[in-house]
């Protein structure tokens, strides 16, 4: 290649393969591997954004440079904060038992080194890591039963009305379920068959009163109705009592 071809070339790379001159860079730096779980619940273990940071470039430093201790004029010049913002952060870390400074024995030096120790960091979060999967699966669960008692509430109707159900049936069924609950659909589609109400509007009327009076499940229905037939009797008893008194009242004045 003559000297004009290498100025072409050297003027070509300058113009034009900035941008692979920088993904060649960009794979030769390599890269940091943060878990998604971490950045998805740091906030949960009472990190701050900036102790994030400062974790996310203690890790780069590790794997990059093998820096297992950098200082605070290190860290400083990769952070946006100031040195003393830095020096807070690790304390906080420590303080919080997130991190804490370990010896490290290096194999191809021979060397034992000091460092940051990322052990404790990774302990909390995969104790948060199992609150977290305990929720979802009691949530999964709880789903998973709601799910089964509604297709339970629709074999009960199909059964009391000796029929399959309609699709408009089928969409107030859901309604009052989402409403009340399907535990209490059941004890109103029970409460109407006992009285020979073979219908949805009478249905409606239960759970309108249950509603009413802030019924939300069986046991409070079912302390509704004790009450309910003890005002009735006592009423009745009542009834029975003023009756008898005019009737006395009647024989003395005839």
């Known amino acids: 290649m003559g000297f004009i071809d290498q100025a072409k070339a050297v003027k070509k790379y300058k113009k034009g393969n900035i941008t692979a001159a920088f993904g060649t860079d960009l794979f030769i730096h390599g890269s940091t591997a943060i878990p998604n779980l971490l950045l998805k619940l740091y906030n949960q273990l009472n990190i701050t954004d900036s102790e994030m940071m400062l974790i996310i470039q203690l890790f780069r430093l590790r794997v990059e440079e093998k820096n297992y201790y950098p200082t605070t004029s290190t860290l400083t ?11 807070r952060d690790l304390e ?14 290096d194999a191809e030096k021979g060397l034992v080194l000091k460092g940051y120790d990322f052990e404790p960091l990774f302990e909390k979060l995969s104790e948060v890591w199992a609150c977290t999967k305990v929720k979802e699966n009691a949530k999964i669960k709880s ?3 709601k799910g089964s008692n509604t297709v339970n509430l629709y074999n009960s109707f199909e059964k009391e009305f000796g029929r399959p159900l309609s699709p408009m049936e ?13 535990l209490v659909v059941q004890e109103a589609l029970r409460k109407a068959v006992l009285m020979g109400k073979h ?12 509603e009413k009076n802030n ?3 069986p046991e409070d229905i079912k302390e509704y109705d004790r009450n309910f037939k003890k005002k009735q009797n006592s009423t009745k008893r009542k009834t029975a009592k003023d009756q008898k008194k005019n009737l006395i009242q009647s024989l003395y004045m005839s």
């Open 77 to 87: 010049a990769t952070l946006s904060g100031s040195e003393e913002q830095v020096t």
């Open 215 to 217: 019924l939300r499940n």
């Open 143 to 145: 789903m998973l039963e």
């Open 92 to 105: 906080s870390l420590q303080d919080k038992e997130l991190i804490r400074v370990a010896e490290f024995f």
């Open 199 to 210: 219908n949805f509007k009478y249905i409606d009327s239960i759970l309108l009163e249950w």
């Open 170 to 182: 089928v969409e107030q069924i859901n309604l009052w379920s989402q409403k009340m609950g399907p």
